[in-house]
């Protein structure tokens, strides 16, 4: 999602305590001066002196906006979300059009699960600050969150709207464009690739030529560009690889982009990588040079138009070959990329996909490794054995679940089998999200007993929640990635619809690959017709939550090895071809002319 605010961690769960109310006079300073230590004692992450000093400012000038600001943003940046709303409260009790506080109210109440506030805030920031840049960007975010997909692109087009050459934006819309259903997929490609023109023109006049040994045989240095290398789904595809990558013939650069802390994850992903750079901190300028100077030849970005993307970057050709991966399930829009790895499961007509690509297809046996997790609980069985009813569960983002997909299962929990649906979805956690989802089902027809609403959780939790349910549905027109796989893991099988983009024949491949392919519908009505027949006769089931791992476990989705040396025979390909174009005699201007006719 949108990144709010950049927060700071702490290196102990130190609290942001309110000192005493007075101070002795023979202490007081000018509230400049106070205010310069208080912030010199944030940077050294010292939040209790930050307070005592901004307190004091308050003591000399009771309405201080920086003082009233921080005494209420330290306690969130430490993730004391109540005393930080206290203290945004006093703020705003002073000085309630304060355009700063205003927005960390509405931050506070969405990490507090409390969207309905933080959007009412945002729209009484709105008011107060009409061109405030990204106040409709974060009104779009909460939307998001709510699966109100319309209000959401709404927002970002009045984002948009405020500043039309701010690329981040409409970034921001792209991304977001994937979930909804709201356009065709002609409509989505033509905003991507107006995106990716609009900025492939700007940095046009900023590239530079390659000197780039062109040697054909020699070893090839990969560079992956990716916010993602630590606790986050992309890393569950990039460790086998990673794992299994050739250094000699093939040495790979890791280009950690993301502002986070490493995390353990991170750890784990750098023992298997010998150049890692973390570069979080250049701007894409530099980030390319930086590039350059690595004299990396096929650059790899695993981002897409998601959070911490380096698009920017790529635009300025920084590598000799570019390449899109698995991390984002569409085209980036940029003709700078000039291939993107697919596979027959999700692009299954090459002719017919490559006319919503930018890029040039580049098919692989498979597109990607996954690697399950190692504290994986073992597989028990189906639970409908024990209740007597099948128990279905949505784990994807609730940003996924179109108004479509919500009538669809409210059709399969309206049969007379009465199944019931466990949903985890974030902010699943607060009674305000719980009663908005439930109350969406029984406006439909169910009756409320029926669903139960959780929130996301640490992987190993999440993980022995499949112990209570019977089989997922997969949300549509955008379908589980990491989250299917999971599913699949713990012999959980999936109903799916097949889509026409990538984004919606993950899952179904998947299911093909693992041998259950009569889980996939190829309409909504198979869809309902399907979960229905399931949850009248179950007792499949109980084979194939026996055996679904193992199916996945011979699979190529998680054989490494074989990844690994299908990507590098892919990277070299594509050298051969490059060196081959680079060495070609450049056409004289009548043979360009005789060749290609001028076109009216």
Not at 382 to 396: D, E, H, Q
Not at 403 to 428: F, H, N, V
Not at 571 to 591: D, I, K, L
Request: some cysteine; glycine content about 6%; overall charge negative.
């Amino acid at each position: 999602m949108f990144g709010w605010l950049k927060k700071r961690s702490a290196p102990a769960p130190e609290r942001a305590d309110s000192p005493p109310a007075t101070q002795p006079a023979a202490e007081l300073v000018s509230p400049e001066t106070l205010t310069q230590l208080a912030f010199g004692h944030m940077s050294a992450r010292r939040w209790s002196e930050a307070m005592v000093a901004f307190h004091r400012v308050l003591l000399l000038e009771p309405r201080n906006p920086q003082a009233l600001f921080q005494l209420a943003n330290i306690p969130g940046l430490l993730g004391q979300w109540p005393a930080a709303r206290q203290a945004c409260d006093r703020g705003l009790a002073l000085i309630s059009d304060h355009a700063d506080l205003l927005t960390l109210s509405a931050h506070i109440a969405k990490e507090m699960g409390e969207y309905e506030l933080a959007l009412s805030t945002l729209q009484q920031l709105a008011d107060a600050h009409p061109n405030l840049p990204t106040t409709q960007l974060r009104m779009g975010d909460v939307f998001c969150i709510l699966g109100r997909g319309a209000e959401a692109i709404a927002a970002f087009d009045r984002a948009i709207a405020q500043d039309p050459e701010e690329l981040n934006r409409r970034s921001v819309r792209l991304y977001f464009l994937n979930y909804f259903g709201l356009g065709s997929r002609q409509s989505i490609f033509e905003a991507h690739r107006s995106w990716g023109q609009m900025i492939d023109e700007a940095w046009l006049p900023l590239r530079q030529p390659h000197d780039n040994d062109l040697t054909l045989e020699r070893p090839l240095r990969i560079g992956l560009v990716s916010g993602d290398l630590r606790t986050h789904a992309v890393a569950y595809f990039i460790e086998g690889y990673l794992r299994e990558h050739d250094d000699e013939k093939f040495p790979l650069h890791c280009f950690d982009v993301s502002p986070h802390p490493e995390d353990d994850r991170t750890a784990q992903l750098r023992r298997y990588v010998q150049h890692w750079h973390r570069v979080a901190a250049l701007s894409d300028d530099a980030l390319a040079t930086e590039i350059r100077r690595n004299k990396i030849d096929v650059l790899v970005d695993l981002s897409g138009h998601t959070m911490h993307n380096r698009l920017l970057t790529f635009t300025q050709r920084p590598a000799p070959i570019q390449v899109s991966w698995f991390g984002y399930m569409n085209t980036t829009g940029l003709t700078s990329i000039d291939y993107r790895f697919t596979d027959a499961g999700v692009d299954s007509d090459p002719t017919t996909a490559q006319h919503y690509y930018t890029e040039k297809l580049f098919y692989l046996p498979s597109l990607a490794c996954f690697a399950p997790d190692a504290r994986s609980p073992a597989v028990a069985p189906p639970p409908f054995l024990k209740r007597g009813r099948v128990r279905f569960i949505s784990a994807n983002q609730w940003t996924k679940v179109t108004d479509e997909a919500k009538s669809l299962w409210a059709q399969i929990l309206c049969d007379e089998s009465r199944p019931s649906l466990k949903i985890l979805a974030l902010g699943g956690e607060t009674p305000e999200f719980q009663l908005a989802v439930i109350s969406q089902f029984v406006a439909l027809g169910v009756n409320a007993e029926q669903i139960e609403v959780h929130p996301f959780m640490a992987l190993p939790e999440f993980l022995a929640r499949f112990d209570e349910v019977d089989v997922a549905l997969d949300t549509f027109p955008y379908g589980g990635g990491t989250t299917t796989l999971h599913t699949i893991w713990m012999g959980v099988p999936i109903i799916a619809l097949e889509g026409e983009t990538e984004l919606g024949r993950a899952t179904p491949a998947m299911l093909r690959a693992f041998g259950v392919p009569d889980f996939v519908a190829h309409t909504t009505d198979e869809y309902r017709d399907k979960a229905i027949a399931i949850a009248r006769n179950p007792e499949r089931l109980t084979e194939i939550r026996a055996n679904l791992r193992q199916r996945m476990a011979e699979s190529a989705a998680v054989d490494a090895k074989s990844l690994a040396r299908n990507v590098e025979g892919a990277f070299r390909t594509m050298w051969h071809t490059y060196c081959s174009s680079v060495n070609e005699p450049q056409p004289t201007a009548a043979s360009v002319t005789s060749t290609h006719p001028t076109h009216d």
